[in-house]
DNA sequence: CCAGATTTCTTTAAGTTTCAAGCAATTGGC
DNA sequence: GCCAATTGCTTGAAACTTAAAGAAATCTGG
């Protein structure tokens, strides 16, 4: 706080590059491994990466999930989950039905071969990640960690209230 | 290490479920404060958010940059920069002249209009930015920023050594 | 029961993105 | 000088993505 020469509280414009930096920085780590995992996916498997992760969500809820927790679960629109698990269906990696409590809701699957092509592709996405991140210390990892759930607990607090 | 029962070495399953856990903790982050970016660019300026960033590429270096320079650092193909640039020469954002030097490559530069408009945007977003990282102390901003560091460098190495 | 609100999903338009192929200009060896 | 390789950009096809609008089913409060 300062005071100016008639003695009114005046506010120095605040320092805000660092948070600026931070996130360049954290968004160049994510698109450069990103990029690592598209082109290894691409390259070893000949499958995109919106395939692999709606596959991934699917792969730990063996009974099935909605569209609309799919979308919520991946962070992305509705119409963009239509489309992405409409290729799955047709490609046989996906089985999709419509619920029969409730006819609005449709029920997707992995297939088992869809299950069994997921478990291949994830047991190598797995040592790819751990590669990506091998220059970490246990240490580094649990501190990276502990500010990431940090940083998304402070991104959810400030949308949710721009939203309210 | 481990002897099997004919004392042979045999290597256990390594454990890498902390590498995947932060990954996804890393993407999800990103995930979060790029739809809130987008949002809040969309809402408050109706420009997308690929456009603001090629157009904060172009803020730091008034003297323009070629296609290829925006590609690299963008981290994009070059032909989403084609796109992006048409769309912005269009809109009276950008000025791209050939090269007189040579003639394959194209400059481009903010015109007086779209530095004039980025200006504005960049101030509020640098304000957006500050409020979603907000409850990071400053010791949390430099631990984050280092440990970035070090996994960008780490993710760089995995990369290199793929391609290689 | 029933009208309005809500939820779930699809559709549409516009834009973004990648990859691969291709063209034009330049560079480097010989 | 000339030819091959490289570089810079564009194009085309397919996929991905969002926002917005719409259709169908369900829910809710009279």
């Known amino acids: 706080m300062i005071l100016d020469s008639e003695t009114k509280a ?3 414009p605040e320092h805000h590059g660092d948070e600026l930096r931070l996130w360049l920085r954290l968004l160049t780590c994510t698109t450069l491994i990103e990029g690592e995992v598209r082109s290894r ?3 070893r498997f000949d499958v995109t990466l919106p395939r692999f992760d709606l596959m991934a969500q699917l792969d730990k809820v063996p009974e099935g999930m909605t569209l609309s927790d799919v979308s919520k679960r991946m962070m992305v629109s509705n119409g963009n989950v239509t489309g992405l698990v409409e290729r799955l269906v047709e490609s046989g ?5 419509t619920s029969e409590a409730d006819r609005r809701v449709q029920v997707i699957r992995l297939t088992k071969a869809g299950r069994a ?4 592709m994830a047991t190598e996405h797995e040592l790819w990640i751990a590669d990506i991140f091998g ?14 759930a940090k940083t998304k607990a402070s991104a959810q607090k400030s949308a949710k209230a721009r939203t309210a």
Chains 1, 2 share one sequence.
Do not use: S
Request: hydrophobic letters at 40%.
């Open 10 to 12: 005046v506010e120095l």
């Open 41 to 43: 996916l691409r390259e």
């Open 93 to 97: 990696h996906l089985d999709r039905r």
């Open 117 to 120: 092509e997921f478990r291949k």
């Open 135 to 148: 220059d970490l210390t246990p240490k580094d990892v649990r501190e990276l960690m502990r500010l990431l």
